[in-house]
């Protein structure tokens, strides 16, 4: 039987997604790789899209995911609609590492003529700060409130003149090209109230928990914006003040939400209508994708290559944005990462989408940040062992064989 397993994966994989089967060696190798990095820039979550090794994979995305993924677990339920709550299994995680405080994930893809999806939480809907992570759903919002051609539009105000997806992909990157990420994300803010934007996350997800009426520490890049298109505008801000002074609330979102909101931007093509983004049309979240595929933090990256199957995947795709950020009430170092991850291997096309939030309080900041980041790159690591290693039901036979040696 090992024989066969073998011939299934190739050698070299087989023993390499063994020998992650070590998950604490698995953390000690990330945590080895921060050595020379601190809290200003982490070996992990500020790798950056330029050291990928999917940077020209990206441009791809969006024909990648036009491939229908099948979902081969059972118990799985018809996505559910807009507005409609799903059955999270709230004891199906407990395998992540106890830094990871909440967690929801959704696997999904065809299966009986269906899309379905499963989904898996810890403390999966408890509201919490997810910091930059939540960038990515006043985005959203304005995308879905534009009936034109994204690509031609523009951002304008105070004397400036933004390319819409340019200041998109500042957010994501952090390149600071228009301006930094956190003000281009307030301005983002004001196309909508407060109360208006928060509802509409709510309606989308069917979480009424959810409070999202918070700014991300800085001014808007444009106090006032208005989107235009051959000098015709197309949405203005609203009159309610977005100064930080003014903010009437906090983001605090659950984890449910953030998979949520990725899972419908990565499966959007093979959704029913029901299911879909309000709004939303394949043409603008084209180049939204392209750009949530270079986000800093490489988590999946470094994943895919401990386990060894980086050279054997196809199509792949990897949305995410991260989070991260010292919570003085909390008195602890806090990472966030929501993601959307696609790939065919072994003649599968595996999906998943997901949101995991550690936390570490040690009374150093920058021995959590440093632990943090290698913690969240084992976990996701695990995450992504535990979604390849079932191929003919042999592999928990061969993990028997040698467990021993561990």
Same mark, same amino acid.
């Given at each position: 039987m090992l024989g066969d397993f073998c011939g299934i994966f190739g050698q070299k994989e087989v023993?390499?997604?063994?020998?992650?089967? =070590?998950?604490?060696?698995?953390?000690?190798?990330?945590?080895?790789?921060?050595?020379?990095?601190?809290?200003?820039?982490?070996?992990?979550?500020?790798?950056?899209?330029?050291?990928?090794?999917?940077?020209?994979?990206?441009?791809? $995305?969006?024909?990648y995911l036009k491939i229908l993924p099948s979902l081969t677990i059972p118990g799985g339920k018809a996505f559910p609609d807009v507005g409609e709550l799903p059955d999270i299994d709230e004891e199906a995680l407990s395998f992540l590492h106890p830094d990871i405080k909440e967690a929801c994930i959704c696997i999904a893809g065809s299966a009986d003529g269906q899309f379905k999806s499963r989904w898996l939480g810890r403390n999966a809907l408890d509201k919490c700060? $997810?910091?930059? *992570? +939540?960038?990515?759903?006043?985005?959203? =919002?304005?995308? /879905?409130?534009?009936? *034109?051609?994204?690509? +031609? /539009?523009?951002? !304008?105000?105070?004397?400036?003149?933004?390319?819409?997806?340019?200041?998109?992909?500042?957010?994501?990157?952090?390149?600071?090209k228009v301006g930094s990420s956190n003000a281009l994300s307030a301005m983002f803010k004001s196309f909508q109230t407060y109360v208006h934007l928060e509802s509409w996350l709510k309606e989308i997800t069917g979480n009424n928990h959810t409070e999202f009426q918070g700014l991300y520490g800085e001014e808007p890049f444009i106090m006032s914006p208005e989107i235009? #298109?051959? =000098?015709?505008?197309?949405?203005?801000?609203?009159?309610e003040s977005k100064k930080?002074?003014? #903010?009437?609330?906090?983001?605090?979102?659950?984890?449910?939400?953030? +998979?949520?909101?990725?899972?419908?931007?990565?499966?959007?093509?093979?959704?029913?209508?029901?299911?879909?983004?309000?709004?939303?049309?394949?043409?603008?979240l084209q180049p939204f994708i392209?750009?949530?595929?270079?986000?800093?933090?490489?988590?999946?990256?470094?994943?895919?290559? &401990?386990?060894?199957?980086?050279?054997s995947i196809k199509s792949p795709v990897i949305l995410s944005k991260m989070g991260f950020g010292y919570s003085s009430s909390r008195k602890r170092t806090e990472l966030t990462y929501t993601c959307f991850t696609q790939f065919e291997y072994q003649g599968e096309v595996k999906s998943i989408a997901m949101t995991l939030r550690g936390a570490k309080a040690l009374g150093d900041f920058? &021995?959590?940040?440093?632990?943090?980041?290698? !913690?969240?790159?084992?976990?996701?690591?695990?995450?992504?062992?535990?979604?390849?290693?079932?191929v003919e039901g042999m592999t928990g036979y061969v993990e028997l064989l040698f467990q021993d040696v561990f």
């Amino acid at each position: 039987m090992l024989g066969d397993f073998c011939g299934i994966f190739g050698q070299k994989e087989v023993f390499t997604l063994l020998l992650a089967m =070590n998950r604490e060696k698995v953390y000690n190798d990330f945590l080895k790789a921060e050595a020379g990095f601190n809290s200003d820039k982490l070996a992990i979550l500020d790798q950056g899209i330029n050291n990928s090794p999917y940077q020209n994979q990206v441009e791809n $995305y969006p024909e990648y995911l036009k491939i229908l993924p099948s979902l081969t677990i059972p118990g799985g339920k018809a996505f559910p609609d807009v507005g409609e709550l799903p059955d999270i299994d709230e004891e199906a995680l407990s395998f992540l590492h106890p830094d990871i405080k909440e967690a929801c994930i959704c696997i999904a893809g065809s299966a009986d003529g269906q899309f379905k999806s499963r989904w898996l939480g810890r403390n999966a809907l408890d509201k919490c700060q $997810y910091w930059s *992570s +939540t960038k990515i759903i006043p985005i959203l =919002n304005v995308i /879905c409130s534009l009936d *034109s051609d994204i690509n +031609t /539009c523009q951002i !304008r105000g105070d004397g400036k003149n933004l390319d819409f997806n340019e200041a998109v992909e500042d957010v994501i990157t952090y390149a600071k090209k228009v301006g930094s990420s956190n003000a281009l994300s307030a301005m983002f803010k004001s196309f909508q109230t407060y109360v208006h934007l928060e509802s509409w996350l709510k309606e989308i997800t069917g979480n009424n928990h959810t409070e999202f009426q918070g700014l991300y520490g800085e001014e808007p890049f444009i106090m006032s914006p208005e989107i235009v #298109q051959n =000098n015709q505008v197309l949405l203005n801000a609203v009159s309610e003040s977005k100064k930080r002074e003014d #903010q009437t609330g906090e983001n605090t979102v659950t984890a449910y939400d953030l +998979t949520r909101i990725m899972s419908m931007v990565g499966w959007y093509y093979h959704l029913p209508e029901p299911a879909k983004l309000p709004g939303m049309s394949w043409e603008n979240l084209q180049p939204f994708i392209r750009n949530l595929g270079k986000d800093t933090a490489r988590y999946v990256d470094v994943a895919l290559e &401990k386990l060894g199957i980086q050279n054997s995947i196809k199509s792949p795709v990897i949305l995410s944005k991260m989070g991260f950020g010292y919570s003085s009430s909390r008195k602890r170092t806090e990472l966030t990462y929501t993601c959307f991850t696609q790939f065919e291997y072994q003649g599968e096309v595996k999906s998943i989408a997901m949101t995991l939030r550690g936390a570490k309080a040690l009374g150093d900041f920058e &021995k959590e940040a440093v632990e943090i980041d290698a !913690r969240m790159a084992a976990e996701v690591t695990e995450i992504f062992r535990v979604l390849v290693r079932d191929v003919e039901g042999m592999t928990g036979y061969v993990e028997l064989l040698f467990q021993d040696v561990f």
